[in-house]
């Protein structure tokens, strides 16, 4: 059973900063693809920062330069650092990976989506 657990949201000022973790358990073969998506209160989810397994990033242009994904591989641990935070950042942030996992095809591996319960973070002006 994958389990994904996120950490580190709260409140800060306009022009703070905040690091976010997301731990990923529970699959034998590891994680690909792992990011952050973030939901603002009446709008849809969308992609903050991803990061392949072999470390490359990609970011939603309203972020580049401010934040920083990584990732852990021997941990399964993704972060988010977030700097210059900005009021329209606020947002539930919640964290996705792809697992690799046994599919019901002997001998088949497929990659499966799975989400954290979501941390939020405030900005306030």
């Known amino acids: 059973q994958v389990q994904v657990e996120e950490s580190g949201g709260g409140l800060v000022q306009a022009g703070g900063s905040l690091r976010l973790s997301c731990a990923a358990s529970?699959?034998?073969?590891?994680?690909?693809?792992m990011g952050w998506w973030r939901q603002a209160p009446g709008a849809s989810r969308t992609l903050v920062a991803t990061?392949?397994?072999?470390?490359?990033?990609k970011y939603r242009d309203s972020v580049k330069g401010r934040f920083t994904i990584s990732r852990d591989n021997a941990k399964n641990t993704v972060y988010l650092q977030m700097n210059s935070l900005k009021p329209e950042d606020t947002a539930a942030y919640y964290c996705?990976?792809?697992?690799?996992?046994?599919?019901?095809?002997?001998?088949?591996?497929?990659?499966?989506?799975?989400w954290g319960q979501g941390t939020q973070v405030t900005v306030s002006s």
């Open positions: 990061i392949s397994r072999d470390g490359i990033p």
């Open positions: 529970g699959s034998s073969f590891g994680f690909n693809t």
């Open positions: 996705k990976v792809t697992a690799l996992m046994s599919s019901q095809d002997p001998g088949v591996i497929k990659e499966y989506d799975y």
